[in-house]
């Protein structure tokens, strides 16, 4: 490697990093909106919320990836919030530790937040991963059991619970509780937030009506926090979504290197045949 | 901005924790290892702790040790799992046939619940939603007649070594490529995260590190 190639190896990391930096603050323009206009993602889960019984329970199943969290975040707390709006009372479990870190963290700012604590109980974390999964269908167990919810729920068990919604990104997400808790569970909605890259994987439990609504994209998260009506718990939301002009220059910059790489392979090629040629 | 921490002292002294650890993290974007190096094993140290952690307050207190104190007698399948934990630990200094039933327990225990639940939970659901009905819409019936293809397609890319004429070979081939778009796609979608995850750093440090929120 030259001196100008390492030197220039160095520099452009720490100019893409100062040009997001300069970028995040940026209001995007319209042509560069989130929100998704097919806005069908949205409506499912808005749809498979308005169909809980009054006064509903949900377990959440809180397992996201810390490399992907930042993506669904917006989306996670909309959906929280919206819950709550709505007099749900949650139920969190988690089955990984990442998972529950980030539950611990979201727990501690719904209680920052000054959401209504008697609405919320925390499961802790279940270890077994699909085991686990199949002694929750069998019983849950509150990690303190005082209160009228927690007491509920360790007498009840997933009797007791209206739905499910599982935020999903680590190994044990959408399709390992539609694998091992929905066929043991009665009939109740399975809805997930996952990250773009569980779509291909989370899409066909869509079509096939086992999971009620996913979002699983940037775009129906937007969609979906667009159309919420959170009332004085907007607080509990998140206040803005993700900055779309610093991911735009990021995803200009991988094609730039991605061409880059593919252009000297051309080149090369090219100054190749022109050796070759008897001129 | 990730909102995670709070106005507390705690919560301060976090933030600027994190905020320093990222520099450090970028940092070894720019070239400096060395202390990129020392994140990467404060990092193994504090996971390794908040593992043990996590064990001990929420899996072995809970769940074995507190039930065991209340009715010893009475919850035999604790005592059992105890053994088992025992003579995996102790596994080096006993006879093989022992020392392989716990693993043996674990391995049989987690593929039975992986392979019954994909059974159950998906492969029969999955082929009953992929049988078209009459009355289903025709974008339905084409857009799963274009799955069943392609999924074809990508098992004949997976024959290797059997004997092949020229319309599996080009079948083949064929698979190979919508395998390979198919991964084109995956990996775009795992840029579009990890540019998130990259941006969203960012506005952690302008943010909530810097409070120059937008």
Known sequence: MTDRARLLGRVLPLVLVVALAAAWPLEAPSWLRLATPDAGAAVSMRTALDGLPE?????????????????????????LADLLARDTRLAFVSLTPEGRALAIAELARLRRGEANLARLVDL???????????????????????????????DEGMAAVDGVAVIGGNDLGPRSWVEQVRPRVDEIPFVAVTPTILLPEVQPYVTGGQLAAVLATPRDGAAYRDGLDLGNLSRLAEERGPSTVPILLGLLAAIAVLGQALGARVLGKVRAARGRDPA | MSGLLGTSTADLVATWVAAIVTLIVLGGLLGERRVFAWSQHLLAGLATGYLALIVIAEVIGPRLVQPLMADPAGRPDLWLGVAL????????????????????????????????????????????AAIVRPGGSPAATVGGAV????????????????????????????????????????????????????????????????????
């Open chain 1, 55 to 79: 006064d509903p329970i949900v377990l959440v199943g809180f397992d996201p990836d810390i490399g992907t969290y930042a993506e669904i975040r917006p989306t996670v707390r909309g959906l």
């Open chain 1, 124 to 154: 802790g974390f279940v270890p077994g991963a699909e085991a686990g999964l199949v002694d929750l269908a069998r019983g849950l167990a509150p990690t303190t059991p005082d209160g009228a919810l927690a007491r509920t729920l360790a």
């Open chain 2, 85 to 128: 934990a025992a003579t995996a630990a102790g596994a080096p200094w006993l006879p093989r046939p022992l020392a392989a039933v716990p693993a043996s327990v674990a391995i049989g225990a987690l593929a039975a619940f992986a392979l019954g639940g994909a059974v159950i939970g998906t492969l029969l659901p999955q082929i009953d």
């Open chain 2, 147 to 214: 799955a069943a293809v392609i999924t074809g397609l990508v098992l004949v890319g997976f024959l290797h070594g059997v004997p092949r004429g020229r319309a599996l070979t080009a079948a083949a081939g064929a698979g190979r490529w919508l395998l390979l778009g198919g991964l084109g796609g995956w990996l775009g979608f795992l840029l579009l995260s990890r540019l998130t995850l990259l941006v969203d750093r960012i506005g952690f440090l302008v943010g909530d590190w810097l409070g120059m929120a937008g």
